[in-house]
């Protein structure tokens, strides 16, 4: 970094060195997106909700309406039935959540 005298310019080339091989994975994967807009679109609701409600009175409340629409969210983003999800986790039958979502 020899050469460089504006601080924010040596802060940028730094980020880039650190970063570099990060920035551009979407390029590796046909159909990825250089952003995550996908990901803050599938949050704003559970925001909103959050920000109308003035936040969750209960831990236990908050807890379930994140874990459900994210298992929502993964069967769907992975092509899997949410309903069978369901079905396998109210029967009480032990399965491994990892295979059926493929992740």
Request: glycine share 6%; aromatic share 16%; with cysteine.
């Amino acid at each position: 970094m020899e050469g460089i005298i504006e601080p924010d310019l040596e802060k940028l080339v730094k980020s880039y060195e650190k970063y570099a091989k990060k920035l551009f994975t979407y390029l590796k994967y046909e159909g990825m997106s250089p952003d995550n807009n996908a990901a803050e679109r599938t949050l704003r609701p559970f925001v909103v909700q959050r920000k109308h409600s003035e936040g969750f009175k209960s831990p236990e409340v908050m807890w379930y309406y994140v874990i459900y629409p994210s298992l929502y969210m993964t069967s769907k983003v992975n092509g899997k039935d949410f309903d069978k999800l369901l079905d396998l986790i109210f029967s009480g039958q032990e399965f491994n959540l990892n295979s059926f979502l493929g992740c």
